[in-house]
């Protein structure tokens, strides 16, 4: 490979048009040098854009470990050592929700190893039951919990029991198998030739969903469950598709949630003398360290999973770690809010209770409708 040879800077920008008076335009700040004539200088481009992107995080991070210094620097007015908050917080949203989805996984050999117990587990379990009030005690042990978990989803969800529904048809189908060839009569299997029949009538029903809500939220959210009920399916085979899609989704909603902490900080400090915006600043640099304690958090546990089949003492150790980032979360936005907004403590508290309240809420919520929306696009 022949590189190319190497070409005089021009005597004028090739952006602007203004003479040049030296390696960059005073007037608009592009480099004289051509990455794409000079194959050095494109190499040279790339490796100076990650260490000064890589200054400027370090710089950024150590600052953001304190509570409110990075935030109080920004609205001083000390904007160009830092990272901007919003590219901050979006590069650390991604990358944390990346790294849960590896961190976060559901073993779908032990799903698959729990979705054959429902066949041929729960068949060797009839097979060594030898009169039929022993099938009959099983078919009553192994039927009662499924049931009384189907009974507390709701009945006008469309799909929502389909699942323990289907577990009870397989148990009673094996119980009349084993009955029948146990010789027992008739009269022996009403009770459970009554609970499958009745588990199969409620398979095909579909009730359309009810709730207070305008008729377009209505109709979005039983088109939701409709989904949801077609994806069980997949869902039984491959777990970990809800937990992708769940935190695939989990940067996007952020975008939402964050302006609305905004919003609550400007109601809550209405006279701080500090506009929207200004709120923003804080409320990005607040969910940017909760990204990257909970990054720390996912980091460790992963970290766990490697080290602690070699030294089983290390888990109780990383476990100490992973307690102390979750218990400084909340101490280190309470620390925050009272630096920057400079009041009294008891005041700061009564207000930070409150902006938890129902900012706890509204995630609460948030994280309900996106685990429908999730469930619906695995």
Request: overall charge neutral.
């Amino acid at each position: 490979m022949t590189m190319s040879k190497p070409h005089a800077n021009p005597e004028a920008c090739e952006n602007c048009a203004t003479a040049l008076q030296g390696e960059f335009c005073h007037a608009c700040g592009q480099s004289s040098h051509n990455p794409v004539r000079s194959f050095g200088h494109a190499v040279e481009e790339v490796f100076e854009s990650f260490w000064h992107l890589d200054g400027r995080i370090f710089r950024t991070l150590r600052d953001l470990l304190v509570p409110g210094r990075l935030a109080l620097a920004y609205l001083a007015g000390q904007r160009v050592r830092f990272i901007p908050p919003l590219r901050l917080f979006v590069v650390l949203s991604l990358l944390t929700f990346f790294v849960a989805r590896l961190a976060v996984h559901i073993d779908n050999d032990e799903a698959k190893g729990e979705q054959g117990r429902n066949s041929t587990q729960v068949a060797a379990d009839f097979k060594q039951a030898r009169t039929a009030e022993e099938v009959e005690a099983l078919r009553k042990d192994l039927t009662k919990n499924l049931v009384e978990a189907r009974d507390k989803v709701p009945a006008n969800i469309p799909g929502a029991r389909a699942g323990f529904d289907a577990s009870i048809v397989v148990i009673d189908k094996q119980a009349r198998r084993r009955l029948n060839e146990l010789g027992a009569p008739a009269s022996t299997q009403p009770e459970a030739a009554f609970a499958a029949s009745k588990a199969d009538e409620d398979l095909g029903e579909s009730t359309p969903f009810e709730s207070p809500l305008p008729d377009f939220a209505d109709h979005w959210i039983d088109g939701e469950f409709h989904r949801i009920n077609d994806n069980l399916p997949r869902l039984r085979d491959d777990p970990q598709r809800l937990v992708n899609a769940f935190f695939a989704a989990v940067p996007s909603t952020l975008f939402v949630l964050v302006p609305l902490f905004a919003l609550l900080l400007r109601v809550l400090y209405l006279f701080s003398g500090k506009v929207y915006l200004e709120h923003l600043v804080v409320a990005l640099y607040s969910h940017a360290f909760l990204c990257l304690a909970l990054l720390g958090v996912l980091l460790l546990s992963l970290l766990s999973t490697a080290v602690t089949p070699w030294a089983a003492w290390s888990g109780w150790v990383i476990g100490l770690a992973q307690f102390a980032l979750v218990m400084w979360m909340p101490i280190y936005l309470l620390v925050m809010q009272q630096r920057v907004y400079r009041q009294f403590w008891l005041v700061t508290l009564v207000k930070y209770c409150v902006l938890g309240g129902i900012y706890f809420t509204v995630v609460v919520g948030a994280a309900a409708l996106l685990m429908i929306a999730s469930l619906a696009r695995i």
